[in-house]
């Protein structure tokens, strides 16, 4: 079946790099998905990565893919607080359509 | 442009209660699908509706039905509610049926006692 996992928690300092992790299962998803959750708020789609590219750089974002290890990563460089929100990664259900496999969340902290 | 938006915002229900939670998708976005966020989790899909039609479903009870009607909007109704029913539920409307690029409102909070 489909598990995608996350870490809990990430705390940075303002100004810092965050790289948040995130594993997947389905090995056939064709994209993957990053999504941005704030306070109150719906998701945000922050950027995507299509299954055969290693990376994918999206101005201050940065997606990295090692599909051998099923392994999936969102660097943001110079966080902001504003950066401070739940991050989703997501892989594609196996029948496509809009039904996406979501992990639980890495809330990011951003230290002033 | 209005995004996606969804009624009602908050709402308390009592076990064994129906609710009925609507969403209108964005303009021009003909299909929809709807997920439940348990607090703490991440979203789970529940169903997705194009061109007035159930394209995909997901692992809940029958007791989860949802419609789509002609201009696209959608309805999700829960009958026999149950304390673990309570959650954030999310709309989300998409311009293309099979992407995983999807706008969401801002969720309609449920709580059951």
């Known amino acids: 079946g489909e598990d995608v996992e996350q870490s809990l928690f990430l705390s940075v300092r303002e100004g810092d790099s965050s790289v948040i992790n995130c594993t997947y299962t389905?090995?056939?998803?064709?994209?993957l998905y990053w999504y941005k959750q704030e306070p109150g708020a719906g998701l945000q789609l922050l950027t995507y990565?299509?299954?055969?590219?290693d990376m994918k750089q999206d101005q201050r974002l940065t997606v990295l893919l090692n599909k051998k290890d099923k392994h999936l990563s969102l660097r943001i460089a110079d966080t902001q607080t504003g950066d401070s929100a739940i991050y989703f990664c997501?892989?594609?259900?196996?029948?496509?359509?809009?039904?996406?496999?979501f992990g639980g969340g890495t809330r990011l902290m951003v230290k002033p | 442009d209005a995004g996606v938006t969804q009624s009602p915002t908050h709402l308390i229900k009592t076990r064994g209660q129906h609710v009925t939670l609507r969403c209108s998708p964005i303009?021009?976005?003909?299909?929809v699908s709807w997920y439940q966020q348990v607090l703490g989790q991440g979203p789970q899909f529940i169903f997705q509706?194009?061109?007035?039609?159930?394209?995909g479903r997901g692992n809940f009870p029958d007791r989860f039905s949802a419609r789509q009607f002609p201009n696209y909007s959608s309805e999700l109704n829960v009958n026999a509610l149950l304390l673990g029913d309570s959650a954030l539920y999310l709309c989300?409307?998409?311009?293309?049926?099979?992407?995983?690029?999807?706008?969401f409102g801002e969720g309609s909070r449920l709580t059951v006692l």
């Open positions: 997501a892989e594609e259900g196996n029948n496509a359509g809009n039904m996406l496999t």
């Open positions: 389905d090995s056939s998803s064709t994209y």
């Open positions: 989300a409307s998409s311009p293309d049926r099979d992407t995983g690029e999807l706008f």
């Open positions: 303009s021009g976005h003909k299909s």
């Open positions: 509706y194009y061109e007035k039609e159930e394209r």
């Open positions: 990565i299509f299954s055969n590219m």
